[in-house]
């Protein structure tokens, strides 16, 4: 949190004193943003998920309205969309301390010139 606050201060200032920026300093603070708050909020919300899909799997819930659908379905989205998602975190961050490290090579195709 510190290394993100700094980050965004000093940016800030260059930007203010001496009318320069960089986007690579924005994206750092993304992925600082990212780290500190999506990817474990997404493992806490998988988490808290689980014990509402479980209930309703044991219990064979279905929707009140008459011939209704099961819901365990339905709330087995949440717990697995969120470990999905906090599952891809681990994997960016690994493919950037690839990259960092010089094992791997992102590379971006040059968006095409429209006519």
């Not at 999905?84 to 090579?105: D, N, P, S, T």
Request: proline share 5%.
């Amino acid at each position: 949190m510190l290394v993100a606050t700094l980050i965004s201060a000093g940016n800030a200032l260059i930007r203010y004193s001496l009318g320069e920026s960089s986007n690579a300093w924005l994206e750092i603070q993304w992925y600082l943003f990212g780290a500190m708050f999506l990817l474990p909020m997404a493992v806490l919300l998988a988490w808290l998920a689980w014990p509402m899909f479980y209930e309703a799997w044991i219990t064979q819930e279905h929707s009140p309205d008459a011939g209704g659908l099961l819901r365990w379905p339905v709330k087995l989205l949440l717990p697995l969309g969120f470990s999905l998602l906090a599952l891809q975190g681990v994997a960016e961050v690994i493919k950037r301390i690839g990259v960092l490290r010089g094992h791997l090579v992102l590379s971006r195709e040059a968006p095409e010139e429209e006519v």
